[in-house]
């Protein structure tokens, strides 16, 4: 599977939209579910997610621990999750209730519930993140692995400017801007290292305390 998540778009599938197909010419069933991925490939930790579409399901891929589990309801189905981590590797399973087993259509649409997020204002898109998934049947045989690539793109965010309200001063006074008035004017901007910023004052004269770094 190859998908493409846009910065602030809504939570991406991580398999195609035909939908997941799973066989097995022995088994109609299956013990578990695995998804894997190396941690470190998800470079922006707590922003970036996995969550399933229908179920209270929410794995911030920054703060996975080892030896969580948890149990959820996907279509009226109860699945059993567990994580484990080593050595940068995190593996999640899924069960059915209490370790059941799941039948093909309930594993099918665990993994077409699958959703990626990421809500950074500034995602890493230099690499992509990929997402092993592997099926278990009921004889304890493993399939093959399937990957999920994801593309991160990003976008340019427009600076933020910060303004007061409106003020007053007397006539022949300075009215100074600063955080120590309370009436700071800043601007921001979380993917430029520099920025072009117009000032001007319709009356009086308009000065700066310190020009140092800036260039006009």
Known sequence: YSVTFTEGDSATAITVASGTSLADVDSSYFDKVTVGFVVSAFADGASERLTINGASVDEVIGNLSEGVTGTFTLNSVVYDVSVAVAS???TISFTGDSGAELSTAEAEALLDSRRYNNSSDNPTASSDRVIYIRAT???????????????VVGVNDAPVNTVPSSQAVDEDTDLVFSSDNSNLISVADTEA????VT???DDGVLTLSSTSGLSF
């Open 88 to 90: 940068g590797i995190a």
């Open 137 to 151: 049947d009921g004889n304890g045989s493993n399939s093959n692995i399937a990957t999920s690539t994801i593309t």
């Open 193 to 196: 290292t520099s920025l072009q």
């Open 199 to 201: 000032l001007s004052v």
